[in-house]
């Protein structure tokens, strides 16, 4: 009787660590084996930024943004930033966690502990808002040294960065607990791919005639992509306050359904 | 001592088409999933980079190669990229699927099949998945006027297929003897999408700095999109081009008697 | 039941010239390495048309090598080797036209349905597609596998998917059937159910080769067979030659207490032709087990649990390695 209060007592010890940074742990453990992975995955907005931003950037003449003048490398930077924390967050939550799901079966294991389901998004999402803030961090130093970056506001843009992470994790986590197989990721590419070409990535929204601009200044990257512009140009509005609530509601939304659908898959 | 009857080993092409069907049910179950990557995406490409961001280049002078739009400037570029693609997408988790998880290779040699046919009728489907690719890809833009003469258009279809085994073999003799899939992700970020960015599919290569422009030729997707583009722009260089179809063509050759040597190490240990 | 598997056409059969049915497979000093290590360390075998034939012996004991080198996609190390008369190096499309072969490891296509699994194999012999078709339904009926033709392979059990890759691989009907394993990993039931289709398809005069680390599959299923350890043949006979020669007619099983059966085995190694001793428990073996069980008890030794049964193949194994099969 005595060894099972202590070990009771124990565990309530322990759990004053949120439970969720076991999950982050685990995570750790695996990537730590596939370094040339996680270094590579740091890539691919650097070499955008290079091609497009200074490749066909010298095809294009500097234009107006929020009243400033910027050149289109220092335009395209931002939202390479936005575009790469939602790429990292989408990938994270849904291959990985699918694959987790239905071929690992990592969480029918995890949850025979005391991990609980809402532990287990918690985690998923700390640690894909980790390693999208390390590549966030690595890219806005790759922007200072080409001296894309023009005001202290910069440093926001890893929080804004994680903000974009957290909103799409949730939000695609949720979707991935209702995949039945592989083909229906993609619906996935097909949602991401058009997000990341027309969210005033590469061009300034400007270019949209009538409605369509509006359009897209509903969806979550473009709110994404022109707050890291406000931030990393210095042309901060009080408009930028609308994409933190926008993606903050997005997030906890997200959230709040992968809690639920993952109880309801897993705890049957 | 005993002796058997033996049938006549069936001829090459006899051997190909005894695949046929399965590489049908193949494609039968897997159309649909390639639908969005195969057909939508160059679009979406065309119609961000191409349109909307051609809006803000300034097209006039020599800076675009000749080419009268930057949509008519990239639009030959994504084609091309398109064919390196797709073949890079059929060659890979396809191939060390079939050798290492449903292990279909595996079943496949254990019929009158050697791994030379095997390789050759898989090649057979990616040079079908670049040909439905980029010829629709092509006809659309070709309706749209973009290309200069329909003669320089087909020509151009058939450099796609050129491309399309320029990367495939390779990849797929790689594929063929790898033990687990990590590399992969790795050769997507380090080589299809670098290669994809900086061949002159989005901007001349001569915009780059020096050295990386010379590494810029180099690039097998280069001389792809450096021939595609002189045939639907009618700017054709005839030794450029020939030495285009050379360094494509020997990447391929390559490429292919590679991969027979590396799938039947792989599967006739 | 129909016949799935009709006798191979008379004038494409293996011809002899000598008497006897014809040797399907001769090997005579047959290596196989893989860098430093050997797999397969020079082993003679002449396998007669019509024969059951089998390897046993643990898992490492070059028996998958073997088989590998026998269904022509594993070039031989070093020796010779004819399957079917041809030498699988030059002929080996032509000899893997007249196999079947079934993996260790099922390799059948996950995403396809289970009668396109076939017909499409079917296809890979040159067969034509309305052939393929035909006998694919006749072996998915003698498999009991009708009901689920349509169904994809993901939705079958484990055995049901070993009866697919054995149907599969009868297919191009073949002379000689290749089983690596075939039943391990499958529950008992399972099991006897495919120990009885592979049963009538030896009554039907179909070549059977298979591997297994199980006795009792070995004594249910060969007419004879070979006991492979480290890469070599240690014995070769019928199973029931294999148990006379190698082994007593009866084995009395005793249990005792953790670490006892050391220093009992002593006291009691007069009882028997010969004791083995395993960590847990002693095998005495003996003509009359009752016999020898009682004299056990005559010397005041009381142990927790007895068995008396009839030697085994796993009995000749442990005589001949002093090792058990199954580890």
Known sequence: MAVVTSGLAASAARSRWSPSWRMVLRNYLVHRRSKVFFLTGF?????????????????????????????????????????????????????????????????????ATPMRTVDVARGEITWALLRGGVYSVGFLVVMLLMGLVDSWWAVLAVPATLL?????????????????????????????????????????????PGVLRWVVELTPLYRGVVLCRELTTGAVTWASAVSVVYLVAMGLIGLAVVSRRLGALLLR | ???????????????????????????????????????????????????????LVDSGGASLDGAPSYLAYIAPGLVAAHAMQTAAGETMYPVLGAVKWNKTYLGMVATPLTPADIVTAHLGFVVFRVATACGA?????????????????????????????????????????????????????????????????FFPVSNLPDAIEWLAWLSPLWHGVD?????????????????????????????????????TRRLMH | MSQPVSHPD?????????????????????????????AVRGIDLDVPAGEAFGFLGPNGAGKSSTMRMIAAVSPPSAGELRILGLDPATHGPQIRARLGVCPQEDTLDTELSIRDNLVVYGRYFGLPRSECASRADEL????????????????????????????????????????????????????????????????????????????????????????????????????????????????TELRFGVGQHESLAERIDD????VEVLPDRLLLYTDDGEETLARVHERGLEPAAVLVRRSTLEDVFLHLTGRTLVD
């Open chain 1, 43 to 111: 890539l691919e907005p650097v070499l955008y930024l290079f091609s497009i931003g200074i490749g066909v950037g010298q095809l294009v003449e500097p234009f107006e943004f929020n009243g400033q003048l910027v050149g289109y490398a220092a335009f395209v930077a931002p939202g390479m930033l936005a575009a790469s924390a939602m790429n990292g967050a989408v990938l994270d939550s849904t291959f990985s966690i699918y694959f987790k799901l239905k071929f690992e079966k990592l969480y029918d294991a995890v949850l």
């Open chain 1, 164 to 208: 974009v992470g957290f909103a799409f994790s949730a939000v695609c986590m949720a979707l991935t607990t209702f995949m039945r197989s592989w083909q229906d990721f993609d619906l996935v590419t097909l949602g991401v791919m058009p997000l990341f070409l027309f969210s005033a990535t590469f061009f300034p929204i400007t270019q949209y």
């Open chain 2, 1 to 55: 001592m005993t002796s058997v009857h033996v049938d006549p080993a069936p001829g090459r092409i006899e051997r190909l088409n005894r695949q046929v069907d399965y590489w049908v049910t193949v494609y039968k179950r897997t159309w649909r999933g390639s639908v969005i990557s195969s057909f939508l995406m160059p679009f979406l490409y065309v119609v961000a980079m191409g349109v909307l961001l051609g809006g």
């Open chain 2, 137 to 201: 890809f092509l006809l659309v833009l070709g309706v749209f006027g973009l290309f200069t003469s329909v003669l320089g258009t087909v020509l151009a279809f058939f450099v796609q297929i050129l491309i399309g085994l320029a990367f495939g073999t390779p990849l797929y003799a790689y594929s063929a003897g790898l033990k687990d899939p990590t590399p992969f992700a790795v050769i997507f970020r380090v080589l299809i999408m670098p290669l994809f960015l900086f061949s002159g599919a």
């Open chain 2, 227 to 263: 021939l595609t583009r002189m045939l639907t722009l009618g700017t054709v260089d005839g030794p450029l081009a020939l030495l285009h179809v050379v360094v494509l063509g020997t990447l391929a050759g390559v490429g292919y008697w590679w991969s027979i040597r590396r799938l």
């Open chain 3, 10 to 38: 008379p004038t494409a059969a293996p011809r002899t010239s000598s008497e006897g049915p014809p040797s399907l497979i001769r090997a005579t000093g047959l290596r196989k390495s893989f860098g430093d290590f050997e």
């Open chain 3, 140 to 251: 998915l009926r003698f498999f009991q596998l009708q009901e689920k033709a349509r169904q994809k392979v993901e939705s079958l059990s484990g055995g049901m998917k070993r009866r697919l890759t054995i149907a599969r691989s009868l297919i191009n009907q073949p002379d000689l059937l290749l089983l690596d394993e075939p039943t391990t990993g499958l529950d008992p039931q399972a099991r006897h159910v495919l120990w009885d289709k592979l049963f009538r398809l030896k009554q039907q005069g179909v070549t059977l080769v298979l591997t297994t680390h199980y006795m009792d599959e070995a004594e249910q299923l060969c007419d004879r067979l070979v006991v492979m350890d480290k890469g070599e043949i240690v014995a070769e006979g019928s199973p029931l030659a294999l148990i006379r020669e190698h082994s007593t007619r009866e084995v």
């Open chain 3, 271 to 274: 009882l028997a032709e010969r």
